[in-house]
């Protein structure tokens, strides 16, 4: 899987006449060779020449965490006191034009820089994001498993089985980030627990607000979970629950995001523009006379990070492939008074759009 992922690149490369790529923190590196680094200011980094030997620098004492592959890679490690710049450098060569990893520590590229003063950078997603974004069947369902594990969460939610009034919103988003770990996930990389007025907070932080009876409550819940060869893969889902039967506001409001999640997905097909799925689900909420409370885009690639390309997003031309996994997740938010978002994820198809999340889209109300 690695090896046809590194030549994949390679014919990126070569394309765009990019003579190494160099990769260091961010979701690029696992992808490519399976280690994922910690957040260090000790340099990791994958050498990958268009021609020649992979190369992986790593600190000596990070050396016991990495799985030894060495039909893709050579492992180079470095002890503190070395100069593991050196190291690269000596690596890159007469390179004149590399692609970086865009999460590099920008202390990393200036060291870089002075050491290879003929190499030119551009950024690494250039080469890596066409690569990434189209999934194979293994990752897809990779992300099938994800959801399936955050939809049995929040279905357990919608059925009035997890305690909200009285409580407050970190606590319960504590006991929602436990259960997500519980079900497989290896990494919590998001808890949103919105309630009343502080839903209409796209990415409110959970805090020392409690829970009442006769307001909503917005869960968007997400992890990463171990999928082919261990690389993890991402799950994001959104849904809200209103504690009592909802004032009529609310239930219009809802009403409105739940046609538009469904016109977004059901527009998400091959050949259909990125753009035209946003405007497909923007459309909806624009007649009805919420326009401008949705004010963000209708949704973002996923898959080794919780964001990636491609972006659902006005002025995104790209035509949808098979493969394209993304969010559709509308928002209508009213500043003081209350927000709505209605989540899942998708996978273009040739077949139509394929969900990866399948509880109930309605607006469930719980006795608290």
């Known amino acids: 899987m690695f090896s046809q992922r590194i030549e994949r690149a390679r014919e990126s490369m070569a394309g765009l006449g990019v003579d190494v790529l160099l990769l260091s923190l961010g979701a690029d590196l696992p992808y490519f ?78 060291d870089l820089a002075s050491a290879c003063p003929g190499l030119g950078f551009r950024r690494a997603s250039e080469v890596t994001a066409p690569i990434r974004m189209v999934k194979d069947d293994a990752e897809v369902e990779a992300l099938r498993q994800a959801g399936a594990a955050v939809d049995r969460i929040l279905a357990d939610v919608q059925a009035g089985k997890v305690a909200l009034v009285g409580r407050t919103e970190a606590d319960v988003a504590a006991q929602i980030g436990r259960r997500i770990l519980d079900e497989g996930h290896h990494r919590v990389n998001f808890v949103i627990v919105a309630s009343g007025p502080n839903a209409a907070s796209p990415h409110h932080e959970p805090g020392g607000r409690v829970i009442r009876a006769d307001e909503g409550v917005l869960f968007d819940i997400g992890g990463t979970m171990a999928g082919p060869d261990e690389v993890g893969y991402c799950s994001d889902i959104t849904r809200c629950v209103h504690v009592g039967e909802p004032p009529a506001g609310f239930a219009e409001l809802y009403a409105v995001l739940h046609s538009s999640h469904a016109a977004g997905v059901a527009a998400a097909t091959v050949g259909t523009p990125c753009e035209d799925v946003d405007a497909a689900a923007r459309r909806v909420i624009d007649d009805a006379g919420y326009g401008e409370y949705f004010v963000h885009r209708t949704g973002h690639g996923i898959g080794v990070e919780a964001h990636e390309h491609p972006n659902i997003v006005a002025g995104n031309d790209l035509p949808l492939v098979a493969g394209h996994a993304f969010s559709v997740e509308p928002g209508i938010y009213v500043p003081d008074s209350w927000g709505a978002r209605l989540e899942d994820i998708v996978v273009a198809t040739v077949d139509g759009p394929d969900a990866m999340n399948r509880i109930d889209h309605g607006l469930a109300v719980v006795d608290g």
């Open 33 to 110: 060779c399976g280690y994922e680094a910690m957040p260090l200011e000790r340099l990791t980094m994958l050498v990958v020449p268009r021609d020649g030997d992979v190369h992986l620098v790593v600190p000596h004492l990070e050396a016991p965490r990495v799985v030894e592959r060495p039909e893709v890679f050579e492992m180079v490690t470095w002890r503190d006191g070395e100069d593991p710049i050196a190291m690269v450098a000596d690596l890159v060569g007469a390179s004149t034009t590399a692609a970086i990893g865009d999460q590099t520590w920008a202390g990393f590229v200036v």
